[in-house]
């Protein structure tokens, strides 16, 4: 029997003067370590790739965050200005993918930058710099420190009850990290929200009447995910939904 695949579409980006298809190494390693499941990177090429054949190899896609944001262009935004890094070639096969993904019962997880692309992808709308917004916080990593610094928690989430991150979490309040300029505006109307930070900021979602797994996170889980219960619960509960899938 082959191993469970997990696909997790790149971002661009340059080194030098030439392109090159990436996906940071912690949430690779949260995929591999947690739900057992090979890592499979999707690039994000100019033509993007045929959305049939990449769900046809795989048991899940996890939707990885990025230095990019979605384009404002997708949801009606204004114009972005300088700060937010734009990846158009991601943009591309995301929001396709997210919605056949979620059509087919194909489990889905997606981090900060993906749970954006999932609210976009069903008609949502974002703000490009909720730090800007009258009384938000500040939600921006400090990238003048040390990786184990940007990632310390930084600011507490309540978790609603009776949803999916409560199930799957058992837990009320979770002190989380922030490391994101961009954030829920208009929630899309099939999604639904699992958590909310104290200054309204949305922190996750899920989709109501996905018939599979369907989960957005705005912070990282991936980060400490081997020492950090709560994260960790939420990748196994990613896995569990790939096994089912495979088994079905």
Request: charged letters at 20%; proline letters at 9%; glycine letters at 8%.
């Given at each position: ?160 009850p009776e949803g999916k991150l409560a199930a799957i979490t058992g837990a009320v ?51 400490q995910v081997m020492t950090t219960p709560a994260y960790k619960a939420i990748f ?13």
């Amino acid at each position: 029997m082959r191993p469970l695949v997990v696909g997790l579409p790149c971002d661009v980006k340059m080194f030098g003067q030439l392109p090159f298809h990436a996906v940071g190494e912690k949430y690779i390693d949260a995929v591999r370590e947690v739900t057992g499941a090979l890592p499979l990177l999707i690039p994000v090429t100019r033509t993007p790739l045929d959305i049939d054949q990449i769900l046809s190899v795989v048991d899940g896609i996890f939707f990885p965050g990025a230095r990019s944001n979605v384009d404002p262009a997708l949801y009606g935004g204004t114009p972005p200005r300088e700060g937010n890094v734009a990846d158009p070639q991601r943009d591309a096969i995301t929001l396709p993918l997210i919605r056949e993904t979620v059509r087919r019962g194909t489990p889905l997880l997606a981090v900060c930058r993906g749970m954006q692309e999932m609210n976009v992808a069903f008609g949502g709308t974002l703000h490009q710099f909720v730090h800007e917004l009258p009384g938000r916080h500040n939600h921006l990593a400090d990238r003048s420190v040390p990786p184990t610094e940007q990632y310390e928690p930084a600011h507490e989430v309540t978790v609603l009850p009776e949803g999916k991150l409560a199930a799957i979490t058992g837990a009320v309040k979770l002190r989380v990290n922030s490391l994101h300029s961009q954030g829920v505006d208009v929630l899309a109307p099939n999604l639904r929200t699992e958590a909310v930070a104290p200054d309204g900021t949305i922190e996750a979602v899920s989709i109501d009447d996905a018939p599979g797994f369907a989960l957005g996170i705005q912070w990282h889980p991936e980060w400490q995910v081997m020492t950090t219960p709560a994260y960790k619960a939420i990748f196994e509960a990613f896995g569990a939904a790939l096994r089912a899938q495979a088994n079905r």
